[in-house]
Structure formats: C-alpha cells, structure tokens
C-alpha cells in the first residue's frame, strides 16, 4: 500500500513505490512530462505513457475478489497469487492509497507487441530496427546563399508555409512506441513494420526538402509495409502527441499505392 492523490501520476506512484517498498522495481522513464516517449507501458491493458497517466483517469474500483499477495501484486486470473509475474511477463497492479477502496486498482504490464526485459520494462528494440532501416533522416539539396558581394554565406533549404504543413504534425512522433502497442498486427514487427516506422517515413516522403520520396516509398511498398496495414486504426486512439496515426496510415497507404 502507499499513499497516492487523485491527481498523482501513475509515474509518481511507481516512483514512490520504488522508494518505499520494492527498490528493484524496474521501469523505465525520463523527462516526467511527456515529451521523450521512453515511459509506455500498458496501463488497464492499454498502452499509454507513465508520466501522463494520472490515478483519477485510471484506477478503476477495486470490484470484486482481488487476489493480492503480501507485497500487494494482483493476479488477473485469480489463480495463482504466489507466481513471480514480473518475470512471466504477466499484468501486475498496485493499490494506489492507503485505502485502496478509495481510489481503486490500476493494472500494469510492460508495452504489449515487444519482448519483456524485467517488470514494466520492454524491449522497444524492434521498433527503432525498423525505423533506422527506413533511413530517418532528411536528405535535401541545399540552395547556396550569397552575401551581397558574391561570397557563399550558408545553404538554405527553403520551404513555404504550406509546405511545412504537410508533415510538421508528423514531427511531433516521440517513438514512444504506444501506437505499435495498440497495434493487433505488430506484434514485434516481424510481418509488419508497424505505424511509428510509417509515421516516420510520411514524415519525410511529405517533405518538400526531401529528394528520396521515390526511394523511400520503395520501402515501405513491400508485404510487410503498406500492405500489411490492415486499417484497423487502434493506434489513432492513444498517440500522446495528438497524431491521428489511423489516419496518416491511411494518407501513406494511399499514397504509395496511387503512384
Ligand atoms: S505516432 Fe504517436 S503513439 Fe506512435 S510512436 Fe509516435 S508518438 Fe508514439
Ligand atoms: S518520461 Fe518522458 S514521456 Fe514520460
């Protein structure tokens, strides 16, 4: 049990749980606010970042016959309160007050689609293999800049208003990983190379600067890149940083295939 507010993030607890409780507790975050994307995990069963997260949005009532062990871990199917469920990989949950009645159960689980490395700690590995083969990177021809005398000042890589907004929301993707979590085809990435890998290449196609719009639409033009997109838009409904992932999904997919 510890003590926890309403308006506490579920990062706060974890924090204080780390302190009070169980030092070997393993998560993983950094900035606290939601902007490094390092913290997703699956909260209540659905991904969404640690620091964001605050007890009055997600614990839910206590409800009915929770098996907790002594050190206050939850068995989701009530059978075997004693099992280490961290190193299976299973939903663990802490109570979240003194009185857990008040302010109820939230439920935690590494980042679904990902390997568990230790408690909430998931291998996002797969995730940035993916995004580091699709080249992130912008790759421009530069315009040279001259000073009022002739001399080369510096390159510039000129773009208008309306340019920069093509793909300016797509720059706010932190790799947090969240959307392939929600994804039901990710799943590790092996048959499909998942919505953040695509959000990062629509970054680029979209562009303007970029000369490798061609090439980079070869890439994701494969059996487990566009293709593999089954529209299921899961992951538009919990990207931290407001991106319609379903709907760029969808944009990209369109693209790559009216060409
Ligand atoms: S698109 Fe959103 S949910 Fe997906 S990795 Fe980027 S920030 Fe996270
Ligand atoms: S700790 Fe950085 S986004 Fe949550």
């Known amino acids: 049990m510890i003590e926890a507010r309403p308006e506490d993030t579920v990062l706060d607890c ?3 749980i780390k302190r009070t409780v169980d030092p070997t507790l393993a998560f993983r975050y950094s900035c606290g606010h939601g ?3 390092s913290d997703a995990v699956a909260i209540n069963g659905t991904p969404t970042l640690l620091c964001t997260a605050t007890v009055k949005d997600w614990a839910k009532p206590a409800g009915t016959a929770i098996q907790t062990d002594d050190e206050g871990f939850r068995r989701t199917d009530g059978v075997d309160t004693t099992a280490d469920a961290a190193d299976a990989g299973e939903p663990q949950s802490a109570s979240t007050a003194s009185d857990a009645a008040s302010l109820g159960v939230i439920e935690l689980a590494a980042l679904p689609g990902f390997p568990v490395q230790r408690d909430l700690i998931a291998d996002i590995d797969p ?8 080249k992130p990177a912008l790759e421009a021809d530069g315009v040279l800049a001259t000073t009022k005398d002739g001399k080369i ?9 309306e340019q920069l907004a093509q793909y300016e929301r797509l720059t706010n993707c932190i790799a947090c990983g969240v959307c392939e979590g929600a994804c039901p085809v ?11 890998a695509l959000i990062w ?14 090439e980079r639409m070869d890439a994701i033009d494969t059996a487990d890149g566009v293709a593999a997109c089954q529209s299921v838009r ?24 009216e060409r």
Do not use: H
């Open 35 to 37: 902007m490094c994307g």
């Open 153 to 161: 000042d510096v390159f510039e890589y000129l773009q208008n208003p």
């Open 14 to 16: 974890l924090l204080t």
């Open 127 to 134: 995730m940035l293999d993916q995004l580091k083969k699709l």
């Open 201 to 214: 290449s629509s970054r680029f196609i979209n562009d303007s600067r970029d000369v490798k719009a061609a």
């Open 186 to 196: 990710f799943a590790g990435g092996d048959a499909f190379i998942g919505p953040a």
């Open 234 to 257: 899961a992951c538009s409904r919990q990207c931290p940083r407001g991106i319609d992932v379903g709907e760029e999904m969808w944009q990209i997919v369109a693209k790559v295939r």
